[in-house]
Structures are given as structure tokens and as C-alpha cells.
């Protein structure tokens, strides 16, 4: 069974940095697309992030771009978002999924998400 879990949110202020790590284990992770996903409180999800299986090509949404960087250790099976200059806005819950294109992947695709706050 596919399991994903993510780790390392917390709470910081705007124009700080955190690190999301996503621990995968029960399907082929080196050979499997990931994501990160967001979704912050009476909003619908957003894709933030693809990197593919080998790690060298990555894309963003442009609400990230420039902040955050998504990238991965495969030999770990480890799945990571840099994530820096927060905003409020960024406020969410974060989520690592399998790889769905650029799109919101299905929610089954999902780990069981980290919490980030933003807040002054």
C-alpha cells in the first residue's frame, strides 16, 4: 500500500523559510512523478510542484515560482519542498502526492499533509 508522510511544518513569519520532507514507501518512488499540493481553509487545492523520477526536471505553479524548490533523494525515498520568502497567503495544509501531470492529483494520491502558518 502506497503511504506517504509529510513532516517539518510549523509556524513562521512572513519572509521566513521552511523545509516540508515527504517520507514515501510502498510503491516504485524512484520510478514515480511527485507533487507537492496545498489546500488552505474553505479553498479548494493547488498544485504547487512537479519534479519527475529522476529529479531533473521540475515545474511550478507561478504563485511559488522563484520561492520554493521542490527535490529529491531516491536512494532515501525522501521527497522535499523548500519553501522560502512565506507569505500569509501561503498558509495551508501542504500535502506530497504522487505525480499527476500539472494538475491537483486524486486525493487517494495524497499523504495525510503538514500544516504551515504564516502569520506576523
Known amino acids: 500500500e502506497a503511504q506517504l508522510v509529510e513532516s517539518g511544518g510549523g509556524s513562521v513569519q512572513p519572509g521566513g523559510s521552511l523545509r516540508l520532507s515527504c517520507e514515501a514507501s510502498g510503491f516504485d518512488f524512484r520510478g514515480t512523478d511527485m507533487s507537492w499540493v496545498r489546500q488552505a481553509p474553505g479553498k479548494g487545492p493547488e498544485w504547487l510542484s512537479l519534479i519527475n523520477y529522476l529529479g531533473d526536471h521540475t515545474w511550478y505553479a507561478n504563485s511559488v515560482k522563484g520561492r520554493f524548490t521542490v527535490y529529491r533523494e531516491n536512494a532515501m525515498r525522501m521527497l522535499y519542498l523548500q519553501m522560502n520568502d512565506l507569505q500569509p497567503e501561503d498558509t495551508a495544509m501542504y500535502y506530497c502526492?504522487?505525480?499527476?501531470?500539472?494538475?491537483?492529483?486524486?486525493?487517494?494520491?495524497w499523504g495525510q499533509g503538514t500544516q504551515v502558518t504564516v502569520s506576523p
Open positions: 502526492s504522487r505525480g499527476y501531470n500539472r494538475y491537483v492529483p486524486p486525493r487517494d494520491y
